[in-house]
């Protein structure tokens, strides 16, 4: 089945050439099906590629779905033309007014930031209240892990002396995970990110640990009643996404290494192989289905 989404926007022309089968609105309205309601907060700054990225990987699915864009109110993108933000996206405000079944809250390039020294922090904290009764299950990516986990639980965020980057091979923790389920013992995934969170740290907060490494700390992870759901890394990544994020670290002079187990022999100037694809697509798989198809009500408005 097709993802909905905006008509015009640039991920359609880029995933029609991958053979993505995606439905736009004016046909989708034609339709007489409810399909699933599924918003992404999109933080990142590079707003294109997150949406081609995202999109891809949630059109891997049977079930219909109607995606909604989200822009933070009163912030204003510096990397993103603002006629597309105005085109294709409604506000964190508008959002306020709605139910979806489904929210994914992208990482952000703020990390180093105390959360209270970004703009948009406030705002962001009462889109945080709102998902409690308004959304039925959230995936948090990345820094959106530990603003959700600052915000819910109280977990302080933990930065680290240099930044996570590369290929990690994670663990399977709990192999009867819904959220993981198809999935390898160990698997690959994609970090980029300057904080971390310690299994001791989801200690006592009915958060259950599914899958993480010792290098790279909890990766992913879960309410009890998939309500929420975490994944410090980058499944969603594309086979370049870390390659460009090391070269614009270079030349901003920051003290970067080369991204972890990334290219071959460690040699920037081989192509990287992408080793992650197929766990990308089982997890966002398994979310749409397992923690919000199968359990959020037919009509949004029973959400509690």
């Not at 930031?113 to 959230?138: A, K, P």
């Not at 160990?186 to 299994?199: D, E, G, H, I, K």
């Not at 089982?282 to 749409?288: D, G, H, T």
Request: include cysteine.
């Amino acid at each position: 089945m097709p993802i909905n989404v905006p008509d015009g926007l640039p991920a359609i022309e880029t995933l029609s050439r991958e053979n993505i089968f995606l439905m736009p609105e004016r046909r989708a309205a034609a339709q007489d099906i409810r399909p699933l309601e599924i918003a992404v907060l999109n933080l990142m700054p590079t707003k294109i590629d997150t949406e081609t990225q995202l999109v891809r990987l949630l059109s891997n699915s049977s079930l219909q779905l109607h995606l909604t864009l989200i822009s933070m109110s009163g912030h204003v993108s510096k990397n993103t033309d603002l006629t597309h933000i105005s085109s294709f996206y409604i506000s964190s405000d508008e959002a306020l007014e709605r139910r979806f079944d489904g929210l994914i809250v992208t990482g952000a390039p703020v990390e180093t930031m105390d959360f209270e020294q970004v703009d948009y922090w406030s705002r962001l904290s009462e889109l945080f209240e709102w998902s409690r009764h308004h959304v039925y299950s959230t995936l948090f990516i990345c820094w959106g892990v530990n603003a959700a986990l600052w915000h819910f639980y109280g977990i302080k965020k933990r930065l680290m002396e240099q930044k996570l980057s590369g290929i990690y091979e994670l663990e399977l923790y709990d192999g009867a995970s819904r959220l993981l389920r198809g999935f390898d013992d160990r698997f690959w995934m994609p970090q980029s990110r300057y904080a971390t969170v310690l299994p001791e740290d989801l200690e006592n907060t009915g958060i259950n640990l599914l899958a993480g490494s010792e290098q790279t700390g909890a990766v992913v992870f879960s309410d009890a009643q998939h309500r929420q759901a975490f994944v410090t890394g980058h499944l969603e990544y594309d086979l370049l996404t870390l390659d460009r994020e090391y070269r614009r670290d270079l030349a901003a002079g920051l003290p970067v290494a080369v991204p972890y187990n990334y290219y071959p022999d460690d040699d920037p100037n081989r192509l990287p192989v992408i080793r992650w694809r197929t766990y990308a697509y089982q997890l966002f798989s398994n979310w749409l289905n397992h923690y919000v198809y199968q359990e959020t009500p037919f009509d949004l408005a029973d959400i509690r």
